[in-house]
């Protein structure tokens, strides 16, 4: 049975930090590409970062290219999120998830992502 669980989000002010973490069991982490995913309340969960199960590559939108960093220690089953500079319009939950593919893809479909973690919160006040 795979579990995901979230860790590290909070309050923040503008312009602070956080570092979430995500912790995986039950699957063999190294080999699957990983994905964060916020979502706010009334819309979809929109993909914001994935690292390929080797990190060799790390994709970000535009929206957080810059400001945040994926990375991932297979050693430990986890994966982490730094998130600098942060904007009151990154007040989400966040939720981590393991991709069934090895590589990210071409977009952060959620069907490309069959186990999900039970979210964190991240709020951010101006």
């Known amino acids: 049975q795979v579990h995901v669980v979230e860790a590290g989000g909070g309050l923040v002010q503008a312009g602070g930090s956080l570092r979430l973490s995500c912790l995986t069991s039950g699957v063999y982490f190294g080999a699957y590409a990983m994905g964060w995913f916020p979502q706010v309340p009334g819309k979809e969960r929109e993909g914001i970062s994935c690292i390929t199960g080797s990190s060799d590559f790390t994709y970000y939108t535009d929206s957080v290219e810059g400001r945040f960093t994926t990375s991932r220690d297979n050693a430990k089953n986890t994966l982490y999120l730094q998130m600098n500079s942060l904007k009151p319009a990154d007040t989400a939950m966040y939720y981590c998830?393991?991709?069934?593919?090895?590589?990210?893809?071409?977009?952060?479909?959620?069907?490309?992502?069959?186990?999900w973690g039970q979210g964190t919160q991240v709020t951010v006040s101006s």
């Open positions: 998830a393991v991709s069934k593919y090895f590589n990210c893809g071409t977009s952060m479909s959620t069907d490309e992502f069959p186990y």
